[in-house]
């Protein structure tokens, strides 16, 4: 929570709920995930409350926003450099800590000084896995 302190985010209740629901979170949840947990605290909270307080906390560095899943946004507080693994069928996401060597060759980087990078991988999770149908071809 210190850091959130920090970094001068006004602190209303419902902000400190969004906050307390992210922190330490690694489920990678959506803003509607977050917006459905914290609404049984705050039956009054907006959508709008949620998604805004995602926007300052992502444009302060403090929150990274995922777009490995393509039909929603994914927010992720853990904003340390790792990578990413979907499952294509339930859309869980979960971290990959592997600090793999990628050297981008001079002629691809061109002129730019690279910081990082970003692996998605996607693949079948054990859980839906095991409810078969992975060889059908649909995922
Ligand atoms: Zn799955
Ligand atoms: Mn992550």
Do not use: W
């Amino acid at each position: 929570m210190q850091k959130y302190r920090e970094i001068g985010l006004k602190l209303t209740p419902q902000r400190l709920a969004i906050l307390e629901y992210l922190d330490g979170n690694t489920s990678h949840p959506s803003a509607e995930d977050i917006y459905r947990e914290v609404k049984k605290r705050f039956p009054t909270m907006s959508f709008a409350t949620v998604y805004n307080t995602l926007e300052v906390l992502r444009k302060r560095g403090n929150l990274l926003e995922l777009t490995i899943d393509p039909e929603r946004k994914r927010y992720d507080p853990n904003t340390s450099p790792h990578h990413h693994l979907i499952c294509l069928r339930c859309k869980k996401i979960v971290d990959v800590h592997v600090d793999y060597r990628i050297d981008l060759p001079q002629k691809e980087r061109e002129s730019f000084e690279v910081f990082g990078n970003h692996i998605e991988f996607y693949g079948i999770c054990n859980n839906c896995k095991q409810k078969g149908g992975v060889m059908n071809g649909s995922v």
